[in-house]
């Protein structure tokens, strides 16, 4: 798994590539750690149209994730393209809780209307 993150206001971009599961959640969790510690992150945009698997150590990662933003009063939004991991979200009721999008500049867009 690859995760690489950047600024791009008014939000924190992390892009993940490769199997979001039990070998490559830890390293997700940690990522999202230290992009969440930041002050500066109060918004995250999390894409996974990179992501052909995840499991639930992945989507736990991702629910704490976004416990911790929305506790913290920002707003996270996931990219999702259509396949596996949209169905997943579906499924498991989480769309009705995650904000999602189909592309980063999207999600972008969304949250730059919001802060202005």
Do not use: Q
């Amino acid at each position: 798994m690859v995760v690489k993150y950047w600024r791009e206001d008014p939000c924190t971009v992390v892009r993940v590539v490769g199997d979001l599961d039990v070998a490559g959640a830890p390293r997700l969790r940690a990522e999202l750690d230290h992009v969440l510690a930041r002050s500066d992150s109060a918004n995250v945009v999390i894409d996974l149209t990179e992501v052909p698997f995840c499991d639930s150590v992945g989507l736990g990662v991702l629910v704490s994730a976004f416990n911790h933003v929305h506790h913290s009063r920002g707003r996270m939004i996931l990219v999702l393209k259509d396949g596996m991991i949209r169905h997943l979200f579906t499924i498991t009721n989480l769309d009705r809780h995650f904000e999602t999008v189909s592309s980063v500049e999207e999600a972008c867009s969304a949250l730059s209307a919001a802060a202005a």
